[in-house]
């Protein structure tokens, strides 16, 4: 019967997941198997000699080739439906005994960052496989800015399956929110410590079936690799699993590489424990006891708050990762070792995906140890570096004759404000700030008792590298279109070679200015001349003060002051060098313009007017030009006024020539003029009576466009009319209407 029960749990299995993830048990003969077996399957859990673990298909088919333990497959942990509430809304989270769905937990989150704006932003720090947000919500007095606060990390649901830390990281967010101001305990700690929470880091795993339900979650990601086992190791590697790292955990990564976290917690289930460092070597960790004492101020509270049994599923209610079992790629080391974060795992619930009638009150076993963990955060000795000038340092701090390289144990301060918070048991100490290019310094005898925080801040003093000479400003004078060259000496005063840059601080300046050397490499006790040529031919009179830096790879830099004088030289000359001209409203002509270039190069130029409008006016053959050196052109200004009212028109054409403009001051008056003219422009005509005669009428177009007219008597005279008496004239022509004439019916007189 339990044969069976197996293979029929393992079709269950099959017949859920797509790619199948496994989960089983064995026994082991002695712990040391523990070694090889966690670099090949996911081990979950070590009860004595009895292993639960996770395999994927491909993990399950190489460990059972590999090795001959007998197999009991068991109930997924995840399969569970008996006991699963699902909340469809934010307002069915209200009492806070269902799982939300993953529309509602992202709703949540969202309503989180809108409600609160003031002490709560929201942040999507990557994508799962599958799409989904990873999300983390920063609360603070000022959140998303850099400040000297310790940041604090929590984060759940790694494994998707256990899913207990998943709703009390919301809770707790919404506890932190709706209390503060009111609660004085919550208020300090939104008040000095810039908290971040990640309520789920695997969503695809918690989701795995759809966003509606958390029954059927597993504990590997969408691609069935355990996350948990997907970073890089500070003993086995970058990639101690095999697996190439995941989108979550490459989030996780870098998000935790913006940031200096300085206590964090992941959140896990299967059993009641704080798992501390390391998980990955047998050797204790050079801070062993203040991970103890961070791992007792979660598991303590929880215990005193929880009924007989609680958060004490192994012996001490808190473990050495290592001594319970290894692992390879777990977070937690490395928070520890590559992020310089203290981190602890917390296990809280022996139910992996915890039935919602047991959500509150495990909430209550644990409120009380994630405010106490938290507050951890704030003791120790904490301050701020510096360099000479008050800026602040990325520097190291290190405890003297405690931290090990070998554990990563040192700190490091933010760079943006310079602050670092060192957590360490009581004692005495002595301080060790270093920062690269600057000389180290030592604070000797910090005393820090239990629960207590003293402040050491420090400045460091600069490495001198270089010298240069002259160390004063560097006058340079040069006419309008000439060059000049200074030259300074640049000397290594160090024991190593260095790599120099020159260049000019101010960037607007780098096409004046050009060195003989951008960068060069100078060994101890050497010194070079650097020469400095000040091109001035496009920039115009005044004075002008910049500085030369000289950079090494060191931190160390001079500056030197540099004063530049240009004076006025011409470099284009134009002829005439100023227009005035008088034209009809209807008129056109043309004036010729000589340019002179009389520097020693070829210039480009381009043309505009002043006063844009008057384009069509007054109009040049071309919009740029090339100059040779010491050459002219001569160019044609087309001025037409096509009709434009009359009157007098003043405006400048302007030469570009690099960032000059010249300009030729123009003076234009327009003189009225009528469109049309009649040629003759008068008729006198003798005729005898009954006769006919005509008369030719040219009419002339002054105006460039093409015009109609209609010719029309002044009164009703029946002895002329015209042929043709209307008609379209191209402009700049003209046209024939013919005038007929006839006495026919009139009286000898005068008309």
Known sequence: RFVITGILIVLMTHAMYAQHEYYFRFTIENKTELQRITRMISVDDVEGKTVYAYANDKQLEQFQKETEYSLNFLEHPGEATKGISMAGSVAEMADWNKYPTYPVYVQMMEDFAANHPDICNLESIGKTVNDRELLVLNISDNPGEEKDEPEFFYTSTI????????????????????????????????????????????????????????????????????????????????????????????????????????????????????????????????????????????????????????????????????????????????????????????????????STDKLRDYWNYNRQSLFDYMEQSLYGIRGIVTGQNGNPLEAMVTLKDHDSEQDSSMVFTDPQVGDYHRMVEPGTYDVIFSSFGYYNDTIHNVSISQNDSVRVDDSLTIIPTHTVNPEDTLEIFVKQGESQKETFEVTNICSYNLD????????????????????????????????????????????????????????????????????????????????????????????????KNLFEKDISVNYSLSDSTLASVFRLDREEDSIGALSEIDRNIVIEPAGLATGFYKFDVNIGCDSVVYRIPVNLAIIAQEILTFNPDSISISLTKNQKDTVDLYIENHSAATVGYSLQKEDSAEWFYFSPNNNLIPGKDSVLSELIFSTSGLDKGEY
């Open 500 to 595: 120099l840059e020159i260049a000019i601080e101010d960037t607007t300046y780098s096409g004046i200015f050009d060195f003989s050397v951008t960068d060069t490499d100078l060994a101890p006790g050497v010194s070079k001349k650097i020469d400095i040529e000040t091109n001035s031919w496009n920039v115009e009179p005044g004075s002008y003060k910049t500085t030369v830096m000289v950079k090494s790879q060191m931190p160390y830099e001079t500056r030197i002051p540099v004063k530049l004088e240009v004076v006025d030289q011409d470099t284009l000359i134009s002829e005439p060098a100023k227009i005035d001209i008088a034209i009809g409203q209807f008129e056109k002509v043309t004036e010729k313009l000589r340019l």
């Open 159 to 354: 494994h998707g399956d256990e899913t207990a830390g998943f709703v009390f990281m919301l809770r707790f967010i919404d506890s932190l929110l709706t209390n503060y101001g009111t609660n004085p305990e919550i208020t300090n700690y939104v008040n000095n410590i810039d908290i971040y929470v990640n309520p789920n880091a695997n969503p695809d795993g918690t989701y795995t079936d759809d966003n509606s339900t958390v029954s059927g979650a597993t504990r590997s990601n969408a691609n069935w690799v355990d996350l948990n086992r997907n970073f890089p190791d500070p003993q086995d590697g970058e990639h101690p699993d095999g697996n190439s790292w995941q989108p979550e955990t490459i989030a996780m990564m870098d998000f935790a590489e913006k940031h200096n976290f300085v206590l964090s917690a992941n959140f896990h289930g299967g059993e009641e424990v704080a798992n501390y460092p390391w998980d990955t070597w047998a050797r204790r960790h050079v801070d062993d006891s203040l991970y103890r004492h961070l791992s007792y101020a979660y598991a303590r509270p929880a215990i005193a708050n929880s009924p007989s049994g609680y958060f004490q599923s192994l012996p001490d209610c808190i473990i050495n990762g290592y001594d319970w079992y290894s692992i390879s790629g777990g977070r937690q080391d490395y928070m520890n070792y590559f992020q310089q974060c203290r981190e602890i795992t917390m296990e809280i619930s022996t139910q992996k995906l915890l």
